[in-house]
């Protein structure tokens, strides 16, 4: 027994060495720390190197009224409107002199009218956005007002009476639809941190799985490999290390990301935050006002689970797909079916927001190997209370139990046979067989 457990580490040790030890692993972990560095600091980094990532648009004003200050007020009252800070209105009233250096700048003249008071021009090298192009027209209209209103006669009070912009208060009477744009936000951030990276490493792992087998029957290692040690323990072995690899990978990425967010506070507290800074508090903000981190304290345990033992079920399937087939093509083709159940998964926790108390989500949430990428996003945007939480997990488990009883069966089988022939007949009939 302890000659045969001191086999089983070897081949865990023998199977992860394969996967971690190389150039290709190194690489790819340096370039993910990177990438989340870069991602995570992107507006501080080109901040720090000269650049400008807040760059506004300029728009020049020629103003041949006076009515400067009452324009840019207007413009910029617009824009704070539409939660925008992307614009600087400068006063230049030489800007057109030189026509062709005009670039990527607008230039706005203003013109005295005899009959409407006010006329503009609008002068761009290219054309204006739309979202642009109406700002400025609102604005002028309200100058043009202004201009109105101080020949009428009025009193200064009257006058700013008549100009201000109406005090407008919202009152959304259906709750539910209040709160649609935070579930919306809420939903795409948990799938980004939670499903998205699940799914990278799943792909991961079933190809890794699929061509460590496929390696070993082409090179026929395999059956030096089965002679000395039984098929039930190079089957555990490979489905460990599978997990062990995954495990070693999610730790690093969230090292990664920590480093990312310790260079963030070092950058924030060295230099001139930029305006896009704020994102990251604001995003926390959203996610406590919303819960998330109270659902995730209370349901932490249940997800966990939930995680690792999906990761076992898909590498079961991948060692038993991976020792049917005799080489790597034919194992990409043979996953083809656990693949799309990877893409359903990920799309309908994709779709769980925007279809709010769908009852065939809600079930496909109770689904194994779809539930790791539907259940957690249901859970957290409070479409699934914890106990159905942790009733999907049971069903995982109970499911899991049986892919390995039933999968082992397949696996004695399939490993040592290279031929392609009569393959389903073979696999169905080892279903029969008892270990």
């Known amino acids: 027994m302890l000659h045969m457990k001191n086999k089983f580490k070897y081949l865990v040790k023998y199977s992860l ?22 991602l995570v600091n992107m507006d501080y980094l080109i901040n720090l190197f000269g650049g400008d990532f807040e760059e506004k648009e300029k728009i020049y004003v020629v103003d041949n009224v006076g009515s400067f200050d009452t324009f840019s007020t207007y413009f910029n009252a617009l824009a704070a409107e539409m939660g925008s800070e ?16 005009i670039d990527d700048e607008v230039v706005i003249v203003l013109n005295p009218s005899t009959t409407e008071y006010l006329s503009g021009e609008i002068v761009s090298f290219d054309a204006v956005s739309r979202t642009t192009y109406e700002m400025i027209v609102s604005s002028l209209n309200a100058v043009k007002s202004e201009l109105v209103l101080a020949t009428s006669g ?78 039930k323990i190079h ?34 507290s060295t230099s001139a935050a930029p305006a896009s800074s704020g994102m990251f508090s604001e995003v926390i903000t959203m996610l406590s006002d919303a819960g998330i981190f109270s659902l995730l304290a209370k349901g932490s345990i249940v997800l966990i689970i939930l995680f690792i033992v999906s990761f076992i079920a898909y590498a079961i399937t991948a060692a038993i797909l991976a020792s049917m087939t005799t080489n790597i093509e034919d194992f990409q083709q043979l996953q083809t079916p656990l693949m799309i159940i990877m893409l359903v998964g990920y799309y309908v926790a994709l779709m769980a927001v925007m279809f709010d108390g769908s009852v065939f989500i809600q079930i496909l949430g109770f689904i194994p190997l779809l539930s790791v990428m539907i259940a957690p996003t249901l859970n957290l945007i409070g479409e699934m209370s914890l106990l159905s939480l942790a ?44 270990e």
């Open 86 to 101: 992307e614009y600087e209105i400068i006063l230049d009233e030489d800007i057109l002199n030189d026509e062709a250096a």
């Open 235 to 268: 089957f555990i072995s490979k489905v460990v290390a599978a997990i062990s690899y995954v495990l070693i990978q999610g730790i690093l990425l969230l090292i990664y990301s920590g480093i990312a967010m310790l260079l963030r506070n070092i950058l924030a």
């Open 154 to 231: 009025l009193t200064p009070e009257e006058i700013a009476a008549l100009s201000s912009p109406v005090e407008i208060t919202e009152r959304v009477l259906n709750e539910e639809a209040q709160n649609n744009e935070t579930k919306e936000n809420v939903g795409a951030i948990v799938t980004t941190v939670l499903i998205v990276p699940f799914f990278i490493l799943i792909v991961t792992m079933v190809q890794m799985l699929g061509a460590e087998i496929n390696d070993e029957k082409t090179s026929r290692g395999m059956e030096i490999i089965i002679s000395s040690v039984p098929a």
């Open 391 to 434: 009733l999907s997990t049971l069903l995982t488990v109970v499911v899991t139990y049986f892919l390995y009883k039933y999968g082992l069966r397949i696996y004695k089988v399939g490993i040592l046979n290279y031929s392609s022939s009569k393959l389903w007949r073979k696999m169905f009939k080892s279903l029969g067989n008892k």
């Open 17 to 38: 060495k394969k996967k971690i030890d190389t150039k290709w692993f190194k690489i790819v972990n340096v370039l993910l720390l990177v990438l989340l560095v870069f």
